[in-house]
């Protein structure tokens, strides 16, 4: 099996993505193309996507090199803990008497940018 192929099911399996037919429907491919890359390694487009999805180091996946991540996963979970924590913050600050503007604010901004690309 191709290094590549290897180091790109580590990932998923990390990811609870066990089988081939699961890393096929993931990069939106047939199984059967899951099934060549163990021959002819994995495309190039499916790499850049996996170091998207997954914050993997393309220097690892391709050559096995450097870091797996480009961040941890750890810090990861602790950044959305605080965007997380951060937005509830913000939305205990909300007055409900200014939710109708906002949301009437809101409505007609789609409205404009629907009536700009309707053209």
């Not at 190039?44 to 096995?64: D, P, R, T, Y």
């Not at 950044?79 to 409505?107: N, P, Y």
């Amino acid at each position: 099996m191709d290094d590549t192929l290897k180091r790109l099911m580590e990932i998923c399996a990390e990811a609870g993505i066990e089988s081939k037919s699961g890393i096929a429907h993931a990069f939106n491919v047939l199984p059967q193309h899951v099934n060549n890359w163990a021959k002819s390694g994995v495309p190039l487009h499916v790499m850049i996507k996996a170091q998207e999805v997954f914050s993997v180091n393309a220097s690892w996946l391709v050559a096995g090199k450097g870091h797996k991540y480009l961040r941890d996963p750890v810090s990861i979970k602790n950044e959305s803990r605080d965007i997380t924590t951060e937005v509830i913050d913000m939305l205990s600050d909300f007055d409900v008497d200014d939710a109708d503007l906002w949301l009437a604010t809101v409505k007609a901004n789609a409205n404009k940018k629907r009536r700009t690309f309707k053209r």
